[in-house]
């Protein structure tokens, strides 16, 4: 069945695999009218880029975005809007050696499962490749945000184990990490470059918000915003674990500790992180997601083969150390995805 | 824009208000051929029911199923299956107090910044009362999952700040609060009627599991079954959190911990909860919801009114202490949606 | 898989049988603040009933909707809306002739093929009685488009080889037949008589109507407002053809001729049947749909039993002559459907 | 709206405007393993092309398609398939002239009050060029019904007021008119350089087949076969009609002469058109569609401006005289993506 396609109303479908000739989105449900160029797209394809090659792949892709449709002198015309991103950097040589294995914690055995037959090139769909048409999507997204005042960003809450206590948002493009902690930065890079030497991997966690988001997203009952938030954010590869507001903690709370109090001057507190019945109440939206470590790693593993014939494996190629911080923006992108999407479907009804 | 249909291939539509006639679900896709009776769904509506009135609401519906279609001679015949169940034991007098009051933490605020205007006897649609539909729905997933030999189950796993630390899963069905820790009830128990005492509210930690599922199932890339899972979990009313497998402490992992190694004997860990880049593996899948306190408490609290104006509200009426137990059997429902619905869709292509 | 619901922002699911205890559907989508009651609905169903036994089956049903769900103090709240009508006058008695045989030209013979199990009594699902829901769906569709300004209606253009002449859209209420001429009227009702008396059955014409519909309606390339008709009127049973504007007589005319001159003061004629390029024109929208006769006829068929068997068939019961005008109503609500669903549907990008 | 996505399970979005640099087709839930190449999509792009310039257009477009994702080694894996088909021969200059009008019988007008924006280059996405990624798709769905057994074919019945007479069907791809009567080929030549030689343009008729189609494909009450052809083929701009088997003459039949006798050896006659209560019945498929002329003529007529000034308009430029034949393609095509559809859906529940 397709599993491509995400939004109702703001509706995107991607499609692309890491090792292919290109990945790409077709955006359709777009307003007209919106100002829309490559650059637009490209500007934030940048920040999902490999920025850091001590942590991260070396596969260098230049990212560069074709509008094929859907603009017409500038401006987005209501036509659904194709966007291409060719591969240029693309080495499949690695992937000789996992030509029939399953790497532990990966997709391969999945997918194979599933199908019956895999791109084996480079993870084909199941790479972390893949969202880059997430992003490029989601920068479309943005131009709907921006002219309706909802601004969404993502930053790295904490990562190897080490947690971001300052939250100087201000800080967060200023380094590679997006950490809005300046002092947390060198520690998480130690460790990255420490679990790197060790042919290893690690997780952290990423915090999202949208700010300008008024009162009244969100579609009760199976399409409340929290619903679509989680299902978005967990559908992204290596997501293990989605909150909103105060999360887990809740669970743990009594309710006259957990109730956000409601005055004249709006909420006194935002454990619901902007979100009741599923509905956005005008506060801040948080959400926060569990990233698991990258399961390609050198540290030898026990795995098998197609044919079922256990073998050791160490997985060599292009692999970052961990999927934060590139997964910063691809979180970023799902969230816009979703915003304007729920942003349409009440323009529908009021 | 409609948010009250659930599941592609095996379709849900669920309708209703806490304190309107009835409440209902439409089951479209429901495969031929099935057995299918009222007492199959009131089996499992039992289940959601008040069951210990010392810590949840005097509200006592009998959640009696009437089959309006799709069944011909005690078998599902392919067209939709409309299940209604009437609400007899209505009494909308403690709302009076509300009428124009929006209860802190609750979906007052934002179904009135929705919709404009809002049933406000019972919470209308916004009421925990809604998941009956859910759970009757679910009863029809369970026949299609047992044929398949699917089994999914959920328990209470932290209530009131107590944990479950023995996991005995036949313990389940044998105290009124789904634990699996028979030493941990009586120490929850006494906690519940502690906070109840006190006009408060507390939160908890549901896990579900679901055994026997192959490997195969989910629709990448947005489609994905963990990302069908957190949607449906988080779309809950008092849900907040879902994790998957290792969930939120595969981000303070490494990959060597984290993977799950692969041998000709199956996987030796289970960290991926049951789901590999999306796709169900053949293990047990686990997920974890964090369900927040209920909002609606008799300890005073700041709100405002319609009109904006400042009020202190002590919230009285039938509620429960909190909303586990009973979201047990919603939570078991909403995976067998999800597992009903992945299933089909994966025969459509195989 | 699913195909019991209708639309995608004004979204309905019927359900029920023929000889079931009830039909029904759930509105999901409606906008809130709609005055509506279940007189507005049965008003309706009225213009659907059998109306005049002479030609029209004696199966009496009084169609009384109970609103289940959606409004509250005589307005729609946003939430879904659940509307039954129980069977009352059900007598299955004749169907035993028919047990485990396929009644030529009915629906019998395919849903067996399809679902491998029918309900056999009355027709089943694949009865005329299941348009009963769509027009209850239809008669709140009918409460947003009055208020804004569109109205539909649909009449009999031709029945049984006679063609209405005048088109007086003012006579149509007045007969049972809907038809605009009155003069037609008698000398139809007299073939009906003559038709019924053979122990056949007739097929003909409907045309329906939408005025004061703006310009803008309809998404293309595939969800185009006439592919949207076309598929919502092919999809009652017994219609074999749909057509818009001049419809099958464009493929006669030279574009000189079928194209309509647009003038400062609008176009001067309306060949495109107010749609063009899949979009309303803010002409008057005009399809006609062609109806089939009657399957159920008395005089002797040839068919086969489940088990392949030959036999000949006269098909007893209470049964139509022609599904005219009894399809009208049908046609209308439809119609209704597509048009509220398409107005929301702008309403989401402008 | 999005309205650019058609089919549930084999579901195919489209996108891209006549002059833009490129059209496609992703094509998403198609099974794994089915061998697919470029050529596989460039053989049946090539009996869309224009290619008799007596009386179509001289644009000449090599339509040559690129594979960009969804096939590794020679086979469809289950992701989605992109295609693209780049614009080669786009000259815009004849649109200068329309800057700021509206053709009569065409989209502008439509486009015009449903975005407030579009892009005027040759009629933008309400070309005809349009249906280029249709066809590219249609080829993928062929793939499948080849391995299934299921034959879709379409051909010229009646073109500017000649009827074919004779239907030998191995004639069709013989002649520039997929016509199956030999005779009238040089007739419906002669009409149509006479209508092009007086500067207007002619309607025809289409019929399509489908043969080797199981009794069982459609899903009731809503998305019937029939209903979903009907919409399929009506969205294909320039059809006005659409109709099934008997299509309009079964309104004015008798029911004992349009019921299809049913015996051991099968239906004697197939006035159905091989659909029954919306389900296939295992009868060769039969559907037509009218087409009306195109509306860009060089005759002059009257329109006016974006401003509302009257103009008098003979269009040039490169266009059809009649959008048959080059149509013919395009409803085998959408033949085929309904009939893969339904094939899939109907695998997902027996």
Redesign the interface.
Known sequence: ??????G??F?V?????SH?????A?V??C???LSLSADDINEELAWRKSRDTRVSTTRREPDQT?I???V?EG?T??????L?IYNRDVDSSAYDQLKDL?R????D???W???????R?GG???SGR?TVARVAAGAVAKKLLDQNGITVFAYTL?LG?IRAQKMDFGEIYKNTLFCPDPEAVPLIMERLQE?KKSG??????VEVRAQGC???????????L??????????I?A??????????????????????????GGF?SN???G????????EEIVARV????????E?E????SEE???VNLSVKGRHDVSAIPRIVPVCTAMVRLVLADMF???????
């Open positions: 069945m397709p599993g491509n396609t995400f109702t109303v509706r479908t991607t499609w692309g695999e292919g000739p290109a990945l790409g077709v359709d449900g307003p007209p009218g074709e094929l449709s859907g017409f401006q015309t209501g036509t659904p809007i194709s291409v399953f532990p914690g990966h997709a055995y999945t997918y499962h599933k199908y019956g037959i895999r791109d090139r084909g769909r199941a893949e904490a184990g679990v290893d991997s690690v997780g952290g966690v008024p009162a009244g997203l969100g579609e009760p009952v199976f399409a409340k929290d619903a679509a938030l989680a299902g978005a954010l967990m559908g590869g997501v293990k674990g989605v909150e909103i507001g105060s999360g887990f903690a809740a669970a743990e709370k009594l309710g006259s500790e957990n109730n956000d109090p409601l005055t004249p006194v454990n619901a992180g979100i009741l019945g599923g509905i956005s109440n005008g569990a990233v698991k470590p990258i399961p390609s790693i540290i593993q026990q795995t098998i079922g014939e256990p349409l479907q009440q323009k529908a009804i009021r």
